[in-house]
């Protein structure tokens, strides 16, 4: 599916910037669309540029006529695959669904045209497409790589490469220099406001020294030399974890400098594409064999190891249980690799996954359910599919108990107080006093008995006394039980302002004021001064005059018997605080006091008779 997010991973975060840069300055002239699927436009930057995308397979591919020939999409692709993003949008899901059915439309013609088609036709295709790419040129050279001379020149340049890349990346990194001339020349530089742009101009400058080692490494996968890519990968990392300090640090930006680089390097191989690239080449099987083997030598005995060193491992693993040539040989090669638990069953659940084998992929998703909520979904989902109702009962319960939020409504959808009592009425207990839910509390009532119904209301009274939200929730049930006792210790109890939703507090005290009113009348004449004195840190103005001329027209509504003693008590607070101006237009609002009187007419002067 094409997004942002595609062009993000197609492009360097510079690229993608300046990209965006040339999109909103719009830069994009002529965008058209010959084809549901594909796409052309000039784009100026310092030139006008041709550029092109099409959408295949559910990708997206770009074509540009500038020099720009670094990793990743040019600035002017960026631009015009941000156009097409907002212009095309919403058909391009519909658009590239038809493309990718009519490529499996054609696969069976393909198929067939290919057996019927002579040699000689084939060798001829053969030869355009692989001079047509570099890359599929190298991957052709390394298949049946038992044929292919050992000093191939590619494979000696990567070895030479490989030589030396810890000494460069260990001069490189070394040398960078962070001071006040590389602050002030940076884009990100501002004299009143460094906050976080030290350090993120330190990081862009060291993406830049790591976007040749980034290339160089994606060039071996690409190629097709698996084994060479890893021993670069881990190479690299390791040396860069190494590097100790640049040569100067003004500013003091980097806690731990080698961490830093690590972390930023992985982050620009990964929106580069790795590791999923390692595996996109074709593979002869030596090398995939060859690969397999050095990961388990490697992982078995690792000659140095970094921060998060499993963690950093892991996708590149999980990428080739993920293949479903790699899968099957996975386990055997790294049988003596130094992995946690929990690392060797998420390859399994791969593993079972990619090969498939449902048990195996059941059995490995068992043992991550209490630590992995969406592994606990996909199980869910799959003992549900199958149909096996005990099996998915026991997962339920477990990932309930780990996570009721997000499993709750799963079990309310899925069983009944009939298939699952215990579970269900958990479920449904939850859910109303997270939600605060009226309705569920009466499906739940019939499932309790009289001392769970008690025990239910208390907790969410302790819940609202404790953190002061669903308070009317709390209020309300202790007046279904008519709990009058409880209702009024627990109303008078709180601190008023404190809860945040007004609307809360003044159904809670509409619920006392319904049936205990007159000791809700007496803390209102001794609460409301108090709060206008200064109680619990009150600040006098419009919210506080508000709120308090709310909680007596609410209480008036609610107990039309104490009318005469609220607005007794509104006209006291009237007389009491004369000053405040804003309270008296609060209890006039609230038709509390009586309406202002007009000032009376003053009498016209008398104009002056002429003489």
């Not at 540029?49 to 999409?73: K, Q, R």
């Not at 490189?172 to 001071?179: E, I, N, P, R």
């Amino acid at each position: 599916m094409f997004t942002r997010q595609t062009l993000r991973r197609l492009a360097s975060d510079k690229v993608f910037d300046r990209g965006q840069d040339l999109y909103e300055a719009g830069a994009v002239k002529k965008l058209e669309r010959p084809g549901p699927t594909r796409f052309l436009a000039r784009v100026k930057g310092t030139y006008s540029y041709n550029t092109m995308a099409w959408l295949a397979s559910g990708d997206v591919e770009f074509s540009c006529d500038c020099p720009y020939d670094f990793e990743g999409i040019c600035k002017h692709c960026v631009a015009l695959g941000l156009a097409i993003l907002d212009k095309y949008g919403a058909s391009l899901p519909a658009a590239a669904a038809a493309e990718t059915a009519a490529a499996n439309a054609h696969a069976p013609a393909l198929a067939a045209a290919w057996a019927d088609r002579p040699e000689a036709d084939k060798l001829r295709f053969l030869h355009q497409a692989l001079a047509k790419s570099d890359d599929l040129a190298r991957q052709f050279l390394a298949f049946g790589a038992a044929s292919v001379p050992t000093a191939a020149p590619a494979v000696t340049t990567a070895a030479d490469l490989l030589d030396t890349l810890a000494e460069r990346l260990t001069d490189t990194l070394s040398a960078l220099v962070f001071d006040e001339d590389f602050w002030e020349q940076s884009q990100a530089y501002d004299a009143y406001d460094e906050s976080d742009s030290l350090y993120t101009a330190g990081l862009e400058e060291i993406s830049t020294e790591l976007e040749l080692f980034v290339r160089e490494l994606l060039g071996l996968a690409r190629a097709g030399q698996l084994v060479l890519a890893l021993r670069y990968w881990a190479t690299a990392s390791l040396a860069i974890f190494q590097v100790e300090e640049p040569a100067l640090d003004d500013f003091g930006i980097f806690g731990d400098y080698g961490t830093d680089v690590l972390e930023r390097w992985e982050t620009d191989l990964q929106a580069a594409g790795w590791p999923q690239v390692l595996l996109a080449a074709v593979l002869p099987p030596t090398e995939l064999a060859a690969a397999l083997r050095w990961l388990g030598e490697y992982l078995a005995s690792p000659p140095g190891q970094w921060t998060n060193f499993e963690g950093s491992w892991l996708p590149l693993l999980l990428a080739f249980a993920a293949d479903a040539s790699a899968a099957p040989q996975l386990a055997d090669a790294l049988q003596n690799a130094k992995l946690s638990p929990e690392a060797r069953t998420r390859l399994t659940l791969q593993t079972a996954r990619t090969l498939p084998d449902e048990a195996a992929w059941a059995a490995a998703a068992a043992t991550l359910l209490p630590t992995d909520a969406t592994v606990a979904q996909q199980l869910l989902y799959f003992y549900h599919s199958k149909g096996e109702g005990a099996a998915r009962l026991r997962t339920a319960e477990k990932a309930f108990a780990t996570w009721p939020d997000r499993f709750g409504g799963f079990v309310l959808d899925i069983f009944t107080p009939e298939t699952a009592p215990a579970l269900y009425r958990a479920a449904l207990r939850h859910r109303a006093l997270a939600n605060h839910s009226l309705p569920d509390f009466a499906l739940l009532g019939p499932l309790l008995s009289a001392a769970e119904v008690a025990g239910f209301v208390q907790a969410a009274v302790d819940r609202a006394r404790a953190s002061h939200h669903g308070v009317a929730f709390a209020a309300d049930l202790l007046a279904q039980q008519a709990d009058t006792n409880s209702l009024r210790k627990f109303v008078l109890g709180l601190e008023w302002l404190n809860v945040s939703r007004p609307d809360e507090m003044e159904r809670a005290l509409a619920r006392l004021a319904a049936l205990n009113p007159l000791p809700l009348m007496l803390e209102l004449e001794t609460r409301l001064p108090a709060y206008l004195a200064g109680r619990a840190n009150a600040k006098r103005g419009h919210v506080l005059y508000q709120r308090l001329a709310s909680w007596l027209a609410t209480t008036r509504h609610a107990a039309p018997r104490l009318t005469e003693p609220v607005l007794r008590l509104a006209g006291e607070l009237r007389e009491e605080f004369r000053t405040l101006h804003g309270l008296r237009d609060a209890l006039r609002l609230a038709d509390l006091l009586p309406p202002a009187e007009l000032p009376p007419e003053k009498a016209k002067p008398k104009g002056r008779r002429g003489k």
